[in-house]
Nanobody
Framework: QLQLVESGGGLVQPGGSLRLSCAAS????????VGWFRQAPGKEREGVSC????????NYADSAQGRFTISRDNAKGTVYLQMNSLKPEDSAVYYC????????????????????WGQGTQVTVSS
């Protein structure tokens, strides 16, 4: 059973930056898709970005492209989401999720495909 622990959320002003972290013990030993998803009140869950932990290939939602960067440190078993130029509409609970993935495959931003989920971390963008 893979356990995911998120950290790094908080309150930031528009235009500011945050870095979210997702830690798990199994990332270094196998190939996983690790994704970041978010859900704002009254809205459906939205895929933000994902990474294949083995080869490092990435995928981004249009809303994240150019502002967010996903990366991984397999030695630390951690996936990061660097969020820059934050907007009020980025406010949401951000969840880290993971699933096993063949090493050559591109990850997808489809929530139902993911088997393991973290507890979520709140991101609020407000002046």
């Amino acid at each position: 059973q893979l356990q995911l622990v998120e950290s790094g959320g908080g309150l930031v002003q528009p235009g500011g930056s945050l870095r979210l972290s997702c830690a798990a013990s199994g990332f270094a030993s196998d190939s996983y898709a690790v994704g970041w998803f978010r859900q704002a009140p009254g809205k459906e869950r939205e895929g933000v970005s994902c990474i294949n932990t083995y080869v490092g290939s990435t995928n981004y939602a249009d809303s994240a492209q150019g502002r967010f960067t996903i990366s991984r440190d397999n030695a630390k078993g951690t996936v990061y989401l660097q969020m820059n130029s934050l907007k009020p509409e980025d406010s949401a609970v951000y969840y880290c999720a993971a699933r096993r993935l063949q090493s050559f495959r591109l990850c997808r931003l489809s929530g139902p495909e993911y088997d393991y989920w973290g507890q979520g971390t709140q991101v609020t963008v407000s002046s």
